[in-house]
């Protein structure tokens, strides 16, 4: 069974910088399609960033030129690294293991993290 530990958030100031993990297990990691999402106080969960089993990412309009999210499936590591942050990126991040079809859409699987807290401000 996949189990997904996210890490890496904290307090930064707006314009910091910021790199979260997603520490998973399994063979089932490599062949699967990674997603973050995030939820912000009073708001819904919403996917900011995916990448696929092959490395090709997507973003969301928000984060589009802020933030890169990577993968390394010898270590089923995924990653997001969050630069140029604003108080509108403070929310609890998770990661997920899923799928995309051939129009670059994702489809997210049962595999949650735990989540991990980023809260921007001054």
């Known amino acids: 069974q996949v189990q997904l530990v996210e890490s890496g958030g904290g307090l930064v100031q707006p314009g910091g910088s910021l790199r979260l993990s997603c520490a998973g297990s399994g063979t089932i990691f490599s062949i699967n399609a990674i997603g973050w999402d995030r939820q912000a106080p009073g708001k819904q969960r919403k996917l900011v960033a995916h990448i696929t089993r092959g490395g090709s990412a997507k973003y969301s309009d928000s984060v589009w030129g802020r933030f890169t999210i990577s993968r390394d499936n010898a270590k089923k590591t995924g990653y997001l690294q969050m630069n140029n942050l604003r108080p509108e990126d403070t929310a609890v991040y998770y990661c997920?293991?899923?799928?995309?079809?051939?129009?670059?859409?994702?489809?997210?699987?049962?595999?949650w993290g735990q989540g991990t807290q980023v809260t921007v401000s001054s």
């Open positions: 997920n293991l899923g799928r995309t079809d051939y129009g670059g859409s994702y489809f997210p699987g049962d595999a």
